[in-house]
């Protein structure tokens, strides 16, 4: 990101080295730990974004990042949204990114292939607008666990 560019190259690969690359190590593991004891694995990777970049206004209260050619994350999308577009919030699918851009559901993606409809790993975006709008961390969580219970699979 725009932080990431503003650092010298050792300052970058110390962040990586320290945080990056143990996070999505432990992400790996804890997937292939749940493949081989369940059979599946749905993983949700929880972020928020700016309102505004770079002078453009982002639309969008709560989003849900997925990779549209597998059916059962666009399911999954769809059950996380629904509560959120139910209490007046704006939802958008696939935005502010793309849901097969480089992140960590992509990367799992390309490791698990093999694993198919039994991997279901997307991404959830919440705007900033959300808290200093008064929302609650614990009210998104609810939220968001509504969305997941009604996921089918």
């Known amino acids: 990101g725009v932080v990431g560019r503003r650092l010298s190259p050792a300052d ?9 690359r143990p996070y ?5 593991a804890a997937v292939e ?5 369940r059979g599946a694995v749905t993983l949700l ?27 059962a994350e666009g399911r999954l999308a769809d059950a996380i ?3 959120f577009a139910a209490a007046g919030l704006r939802v958008r699918r696939n935005y502010p990114y ?4 480089d992140g960590v559901a992509t990367a799992l993606r390309r490791r698990f292939d093999r694993a198919g409809e ?6 959830i975006e919440y ?7 008064g929302w609650r961390p614990a009210r998104l969580a609810e939220l968001t666990a509504e969305g997941i219970a009604a996921f089918k699979g």
């Not at 999505?24 to 790996?28: D, G, K, L, P, T």
């Not at 793309?98 to 851009?101: L, N, P």
């Not at 705007?127 to 709008?133: A, N, V």
């Open 12 to 20: 970058r690969e110390g962040l990586l080295a320290d945080y990056h």
């Open 45 to 71: 990777s929880v972020h928020s974004f700016t309102p505004r970049l770079k002078g453009v206004v982002r639309n969008v209260d709560v989003a849900v990042l997925y990779d549209p050619a597998r059916p």
């Open 118 to 123: 039994r991997l279901v790993p997307v991404e």
């Open 98 to 101: 793309r849901g097969v851009s």
């Open 33 to 37: 730990e749940g493949l081989r004891r």
């Open 81 to 83: 949204l629904a509560p």
């Open 24 to 28: 999505r190590q432990a992400v790996c």
């Open 127 to 133: 705007s900033h607008r959300l808290f200093d709008g």
